[in-house]
C-alpha cells in the first residue's frame, strides 16, 4: 500500500487538468488556466457515496477524498460474508490485458511499473470471474 500512503489515506488526486488544458489552449473556452479547468471538474463531479469531499489545489490538482465510512462498512462485509463479496460483475467475460513481462534486454523502474500494474489488472479481473489472456 503506497502511492504516497494512498495518498495519506485516499486523497486521491487528478492531475489530468492540466494536460487537458494544453490541449484546449488557444481555443475559445472559458477555461483561462489548469485551475479554472480543475474548479469546473470538482463542481461536475455527480454526488458519490464514495466521495467524502474534494478540493482544488496548486495548478488545477483536484483532490479527491475517498469516504473512510463507506470504506469501513465494505470491509466490515467482506470480513463477515467474505472476499468474494467484492468481486464485482462485469459486463464482460474474456479480455486482454497487455503489460511489459521479462524481456530479452536489461530491465529498468519503467519495465517494472507495468509489469506490477499489469499483473495487478490480469489479477483483479481473474477475481471478478474475467477471463484473461
Request: glycine residues 8%; charged residues 20%.
Amino acid at each position: 500500500m503506497s502511492w504516497c500512503l494512498l495518498r495519506k489515506i485516499w486523497g486521491l488526486p487528478v492531475e489530468q487538468s492540466m494536460g487537458l488544458f494544453g490541449k484546449i489552449k488557444g481555443y475559445n473556452t472559458e477555461f483561462k488556466n489548469p485551475n479554472s479547468l480543475g474548479q469546473a471538474v470538482a463542481r461536475n463531479l455527480p454526488p458519490s457515496e464514495m466521495i467524502e469531499s474534494h478540493s482544488v489545489a496548486g495548478p488545477g490538482f483536484v483532490n479527491v477524498v475517498l469516504s473512510k465510512t463507506l470504506l469501513a462498512k465494505r470491509i466490515q462485509k467482506m470480513l463477515i460474508d467474505g472476499i468474494q463479496t467484492w468481486a464485482p460483475e462485469l459486463p464482460i467475460k474474456r479480455v486482454v490485458v497487455d503489460f511489459s513481462s521479462p524481456i530479452a534486454k536489461e530491465m529498468h523502474a519503467g519495465h517494472l511499473r507495468s509489469t506490477i500494474i499489469g499483473d495487478t489488472l490480469a489479477h483483479m479481473l481473474e477475481f471478478s470471474n474475467v477471463e484473461v489472456l
